[in-house]
């Protein structure tokens, strides 16, 4: 069964730093998205990601956060200027449409920041 | 504000009973209800998800029951298994949209 792919599993990294989250969506699928989930909370969406642009983003996903997709596989997250409270699983997701289609998730990215 | 509601926070059932948990939604543009089962360590899975123009859907032992008039849902795992331990969360999404409002999630415990 095809897979969303999250690299690295586990990143630790210091208060300040950019960390970038990376992401290898299903290929036939045209609909890209991050979401978080802080430790034994719900998970929410930060930004949904299409046709090479950012489609919808939340009110979490401000200036120190970006998308892109470098290349026909790949899809990142990056975090430039990181917070304690950034602290966070983070979830990769892609759908072959929206939301309604289904979305299948990525196992995440713990991201601790110290 | 919080979109959608999800109780109860935890849940312990014994091993062959049914365990229940409720979802409560206020936004009546939603018109897709997903439920997702996370085990630890790993992204959300769908597990079954229901249209409203419907009032239940079924599954195997997982069943979606819903109520469109008190805006509310709930899914039934019939013969629960230890294997069904794992977080369960509800959302919603309405159509043309692309992000998915998650519940808080109720993690459910099954006693062998």
């Known amino acids: 069964e095809p897979e969303v792919t999250q690299t690295p599993s586990h990143q630790v990294t210091q208060m300040g730093q950019e960390v970038i989250l990376r992401c290898v969506p299903i290929?036939?699928?045209?609909?890209f998205y991050w979401y978080r989930q802080i430790l034994g909370q719900k998970v929410e969406f930060l930004v949904s990601?299409?046709?090479?642009?950012?489609?919808?983003k939340s009110e979490i996903f401000d200036d120190q956060f970006s998308v892109e997709r470098p290349d026909g596989s790949n899809f990142t997250l990056k975090i430039r200027s990181t917070k304690l409270e950034d602290s966070a699983m983070y979830f990769c997701?892609?759908?072959?449409?929206?939301?309604?289609?289904?979305?299948?998730f990525g196992s995440g990215t713990r991201l601790t920041v110290v | 504000q919080q979109q959608v509601k999800q109780s109860p926070q935890s849940l312990i059932v014994q091993k062959g009973g049914i365990s229940i948990i409720n979802c409560a939604y206020e936004n009546t543009a939603f018109d897709y209800f997903p439920w997702y089962q996370q085990f630890p360590g790993k992204g959300p899975a769908l597990l079954i998800a229901?249209?409203?123009?419907?009032s239940e859907k079924k599954e195997g032992r997982f069943t979606i029951s819903f109520n469109k008039s008190a805006k509310q849902f709930s899914l039934h795992i019939m013969d629960s298994q230890p294997g069904d331990s794992a977080t369960y969360f509800c959302?919603?999404?309405?159509?043309?949209?692309?992000?998915?409002?998650f519940g808080t999630g109720t993690r459910l415990t099954v006693i062998p």
């Open positions: 990601f299409y046709n090479n642009e950012i489609s919808e």
């Open positions: 229901i249209r409203p123009d419907v």
């Open positions: 290929s036939n699928h045209l609909y």
């Open positions: 997701a892609s759908s072959s449409g929206t939301g309604r289609d289904g979305y299948t």
């Open positions: 959302a919603a999404i309405k159509t043309g949209a692309n992000n998915l409002f």
